[in-house]
């Protein structure tokens, strides 16, 4: 069991015996369940679990600068999910108060419902005139109510906790759709009582999480990345571009339906939308507040802690005052990479993710193939990035209670240099593989090797420099060159414009 975490709201007396008490506990709970013998992660507000110390360094730091109060889920410290916290006395014997480990969904549904179970939430807007939540957000709450309901009459887990909990058990399990419908008919027909309130099959229960807005959407594709089968083109039988079939072919047929009459499409997207996430996350009180904390809670120190103490940042806010003047709209980067799925490395089969990681969030919740046809993929995320910087989507915040117009941005892209090459367009390879250096690369091509090799490195030191003379130290010549010019956006864009496809 996790130590009662009730200590961390006296950060503001950590003389407090209690919470001197809570910082041993916790200390004593991180080293057991980490199984390090000298150094955890230190979670005070100062190094935001981003550097170790001893027990000893930790304990000073948290009396000193405080615990970060919104870590209640020890993630980095040995907690496991859905641990339960035991009660915490101090040497008194005077029981602190316990803290109940609740259900995920009832806790969301008690943001919107704060007098659900006779409790009253009091938030930090108080001033703010509330606002009715937006009609997005008002069906989604309905639902939300509505899967709610006991799984039958004095069941303890409601209908939509227990089918999360099962389809968490089916992913983990790598159960089949089948053995999936299985179980819920034999849950339904045999162990629950008559009236559950369980789905009969996968289907049905797929269903009610695609309602809640959880799931994906599945785009075909070119098998040769040409086009997505997408809005006008979603009919389409072959690619409008290289004249291939949009379903697999038998072999030996020559057939493009299997044995049971089904068409399968050559090769996949799956979409996750993402302005439905970006409303969950200000609909939840917990995480709405979170999504100011470089706003409301960051220490501004001059030490790099958070992309938002970065020079990009703040040249951002300068030149988008008017986004930047609204705390919760949300800046993104962007990390991808491709991978081999299957331990059978000979297996002809990858997939090429793309994440968007959320900068709005403190540290220790921000969290990396297609070739160079990545960019067909990206069409749908393009296209809500561009909606969500230029026009916007009505968002309700659980935290003030009010509506208010969410836009978002991409800060960043973040990728090893093969995906990186992929993600720009601009190739990595040969002797024009400098994406700073741009047509101004110098390098040689090695006669043994065949390789090329990257060299004009003492152009970037001042031209009164000693090396920039010393020949016999380096490839006998003397470097008079300056630095390459860095490219603006503009005249990237530029390079480009007159390629095929570019609009």
């Not at 859905?82 to 969301?108: A, W």
Request: proline fraction near 5%.
């Amino acid at each position: 069991m996790a130590p009662s975490k009730q200590w961390m709201q006296l950060v503001d007396n950590r003389l407090d015996k209690a919470y001197l008490i809570g910082v041993q506990k916790c200390l004593d709970y991180a080293f057991q369940k980490t199984g390090e013998e000298y150094e955890i992660r230190c979670p005070c507000v100062k190094c935001c679990n981003t550097t170790l110390g001893t027990h000893k360094t930790v304990e000073t730091h948290l009396q000193v600068y405080r615990i970060i109060q919104n870590y209640t889920f020890w993630y980095h410290h040995g907690e496991n999910l859905g641990e339960p916290l035991s009660e915490s006395e101090d040497e008194d014997g005077d029981e602190l108060e316990e803290c109940e480990s609740e259900d995920e969904v009832q806790e969301l549904l008690r943001d919107m419902y704060p007098n659900i179970d006779g409790r009253t939430v009091h938030t930090d807007c108080d001033n703010l005139i509330e606002e009715e939540p937006n009609i997005e957000a008002k069906r989604f709450y309905r639902l939300l109510k509505d899967f709610e309901q006991p799984l039958y009459q004095n069941s303890k887990a409601s209908k939509l906790s227990s089918l999360i909990k099962l389809l968490h058990i089916k992913s983990m399990g790598r159960w089949s759709n089948e053995s999936f419908t299985m179980l819920l008919k034999m849950l339904k027909d045999e162990l629950l009582p008559d009236g559950a309130n369980l789905p009969k099959s996968y289907y049905e229960a797929k269903k009610i999480i695609q309602d809640l807005g959880l799931s994906y959407n599945k785009i075909d594709a070119c098998t040769n990345n040409c086009m997505l089968y997408w809005k006008e083109d979603s009919l389409l039988d072959s690619c409008k571009v290289c004249g291939a079939s949009r379903w697999k072919i038998d072999r030996q047929s020559g057939e493009t339906r299997n044995k049971k009459g089904k068409k399968i499409e050559a090769k996949t997207l799956r979409y996750f939308p993402l302005k439905p996430r970006l409303q969950r996350l200000f609909m939840s009180i917990k995480t709405s507040s979170l999504m100011t904390w470089h706003t409301d809670k960051r220490v501004d120190d001059g030490i790099i802690r958070h992309p938002a103490d970065s020079m990009a940042w703040k040249s951002f806010d300068e030149l988008h005052p008017s986004f930047a003047v609204e705390p919760r709209n949300v800046r993104f980067g962007l990390a991808s990479d491709g991978f081999q799925p299957f331990r059978n490395s000979k297996t002809s089969y990858s997939i090429w993710r793309v994440v968007l990681i959320l900068y709005n969030l403190p540290p220790w919740l921000c969290p990396n193939s297609p070739g160079d046809a990545i960019d067909t993929y990206l069409q749908p995320l393009i296209e809500e990035l561009k909606e969500l910087w230029e026009v916007g989507i009505e968002t309700f915040d659980a935290s003030s209670k009010q509506n208010f117009k969410l836009h978002a941005s991409l800060l960043w892209t973040i990728n090893d240099f093969p995906a990186y090459g992929n993600l720009s367009g601009w190739s990595t390879k040969e002797k024009l593989a400098c994406t700073y250096c741009n047509k101004d690369t110098s390098s040689i091509r090695l006669a043994n090797s065949k390789k090329q090799c990257f060299m004009g490195h003492r152009r970037y030191l001042p031209l009164s420099h000693k090396w920039r003379n010393d020949k016999d130290s380096f490839d006998g010549t003397k470097e008079k060159r300056l630095p390459p010019k860095m490219h603006s956006g503009i005249e990237i864009l530029n390079q480009v414009q007159d390629l095929e496809g570019y609009n």
